[in-house]
């Protein structure tokens, strides 16, 4: 009978994965709210989800995660203006993010502590992308809780952790004070350095390196397609926060790997 367990066994661990991923999409539903929310200022609490456009208060059917937006075709159904596309990508980049965490530790302290990582990136990199503002209650919210959760965290150490975050502040500070100083205008904000001072303490000095590398390498990249595509030459503005995200996404899963690579390449 033991092969009989077996499947009982893997056929309930596709339903936890649907679970999760359900989880996911309705933590995703409530992040395109805080993306909206946060930096106007409007509580997250009550009103319950409204049309920005109309007001229009959404009904549950209208506000099932993903399967509402397809139904609606993108649009409000009281006004039919469009809904952002970003509503969808958020409801499912999140559980993602989340089914990749579930996959690396099942459910356990880790676990959260990813989710709660990754969720963070997410909710920064949207804001970034509409506002050019990263909210200090998540980049400094966020730098407590990646000191706090430093115990659960599989890449660092508290110390690690720390000297992570300080690294990642001084060394962005000094980078946006010598362009400021060079250019006479700012480059990397203020909500840059402490997005910074944050993904150093959940990713460690070493994420802080590999981060900077992959967030210089694909914001430039993205920097050069929005100017020849927009012709505004050097002035066009890019919000960097989403390529730091992006950067300590792949230093928190890569670093190690990343830097012996880079260190084979370099001493070979
Ligand atoms: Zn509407």
């Known amino acids: 009978m033991p092969q009989q367990g077996m499947q009982v066994f893997s056929a309930f661990r596709g339903i936890d994965f649907i679970i999760v991923a359900a989880f996911g999409a309705i933590f995703g539903s409530f992040y395109n709210m805080l993306i909206y929310r946060i930096p106007r200022e409007i509580s997250v609490i009550s009103p319950g989800s409204t049309c920005p456009k109309c007001g229009h208060r959404l009904t549950w059917k209208e506000n099932i995660p993903i399967v509402s937006y397809i139904f609606l075709k993108g649009r409000c159904a009281a006004c039919s203006s469009r809904i952002p596309l970003r509503y969808i990508i958020v409801e499912i980049v999140t559980p993602l993010a989340f089914l990749l965490a579930y996959w690396r530790h099942g459910l356990n302290s880790t676990f959260f502590m990813e989710t709660i990582f990754f969720s963070l990136l997410i909710l920064i990199t949207f804001t970034d992308l509409e506002t050019y503002l990263i909210p200090d209650i998540y980049s400094i919210g966020g730098t407590l809780l990646g000191l706090l959760l430093s115990g659960v965290n599989p890449i660092v150490t508290w110390r690690e952790s720390l000297l992570g975050a300080i690294v990642g502040g001084t060394i962005l500070f000094l980078i946006s004070f010598v362009y400021f100083r060079l250019r006479g205008r700012e ?37 050069i397609i929005v100017m020849v595509r927009k012709k505004e030459g050097l002035s066009t503005m890019i919000p960097y ?10 230093a928190y899963l890569w670093a190690d790997k990343l830097m012996e690579i880079y260190i084979s390449f370099v001493f070979s």
């Open 187 to 223: 480059g990397l904000g203020g909500g840059d350095v402490k997005l910074m001072v944050m993904i150093g303490a959940f990713t460690g000095y070493k994420g802080v390196v590999v981060t900077m590398f992959v967030s210089a390498i694909t914001g430039l990249m993205a920097g």
């Open 241 to 250: 926060g989403p390529f730091l995200a992006l950067g300590a996404f792949v």
